[in-house]
């Protein structure tokens, strides 16, 4: 019988999501929810990875599942094709990372890239909560409880899937052929792989206050697209200006498509002639600014749209939220029966056990 071809994504939820999440990883669950060719689409908010370092501050977190909720439904995740759940409500998830720990170092944990740029960003120092130091086999855990295939996500990730893929190859080597290991997919753009802020900064972050929000109004979207990061040196229409490093052609590459010039700019035939007469100069940023507001709008007012229409019901996407923890909890108490069998721990279903301790002692 084949093997199930079954995808886990998620998003921690500390805020609104952005348009990062959305060309990063939002964007192509969705293509790939409604492409057939995936059994299973489980998609998380992921709650206790935003507590390891909110510790102190749950409101924030709870205020923030639903908002990431909605942002899922407005971008077009179906409850129909995907199971949207919290983390948090599936206790499974807890046992596994506890019996996953013990197949990691501490050394391998701090090698970990995307966990040395993340404490550094927090400045966490020494002071580094065990829970955040931890949270890549806590992501291994999630992965692996739903027997996934298929992780798409943004390449900052990719040393987080690497470790998951390590702790499966290990566990499986001990204890025997139980868990599946997972292959990441990675946006197929390159532009998408991890979008600037609009101030041109490497990150696209809440805290540095440089994120296009999916739920942003038009007029948030406008300003935030003329005010965005250029070529510094571009300072009259006649300049030569530079492509490279330009916040404003990093997201045409991400977001236009050819038909975007027939509607918004019809002078030119391609992306590649615009950046060429950008370079060239006797292109003035306000122009391409203006070109990527047409492009952002048109993107964005649909998920807007949606988002407001959900909005009107929030018991309703309890309702989903409650329905999806239930049939995700299904699935990952089912994968850590196998991990106890596994591991021997299942003390109480082995009748083979039993009756072994019995002919001992019997014996005796």
Known sequence: MAKEKIILTGDRPTGRLHIGHYVGSLRR?????????YDKTFVFIADAQALT?????????????????????????????????????????CELTFYYMDLVTVSRLQRNPTVKTE?????????????????????????????????????????????????????????????????ILLPDNAACLRLPGT???????KSLGNCIYLSDTADEVQKKVKSMYTDPNHLRVQDPGKIEGN???????AFCRPEHFERYLPD???????????????????????FLNNIMQETLEPIRN?????????PAIYEML???????????????????????INYFDDAELIAEQVKKFSAE
């Open 199 to 205: 101030d041109g900064k490497a990150k696209m972050s």
């Open 119 to 183: 404490i550094q960003m927090r400045n966490f120092e020494t002071s580094i909560p065990v829970g955040f130091f931890t949270y890549p086999i806590s992501q291994a855990a999630d992965i692996t409880a739903f027997r996934a295939t298929t992780v798409p996500v943004g390449e900052d990730q990719e040393p987080m899937i690497e470790q998951a893929r390590e702790i499966v190859r290990r566990f499986n080597f001990i204890y025997g052929d139980t868990l599946v290991e997972p292959e």
């Open 322 to 344: 409650r329905k999806g923890c239930e049939t995700a909890r299904e699935t990952a108490a089912a994968t850590l029966d196998d991990v106890r069998r596994a591991m021997k």
């Open 53 to 93: 370092d909110n510790m102190e501050n749950p409101e924030k977190v709870r205020q923030n599942v639903i908002e990431v909720a909605l942002d899922y439904l407005a971008c077009g995740l179906d409850p129909a094709k995907s199971t949207i759940f919290i983390q948090s409500q599936i206790p499974e998830l």
């Open 247 to 253: 916040t404003v052609f990093t997201y045409l590459d």
């Open 268 to 290: 030119y035939p391609s992306l590649e002639e615009l950046k060429a007469h950008y370079q060239r100069g006797g292109l003035g940023d306000m122009k391409v600014k203006g």
């Open 29 to 37: 669950r969705v293509e790939l929810q409604n492409s057939g060719l």
């Open 306 to 314: 949606r988002r407001k229409e959900f909005e009107k019901d929030i």
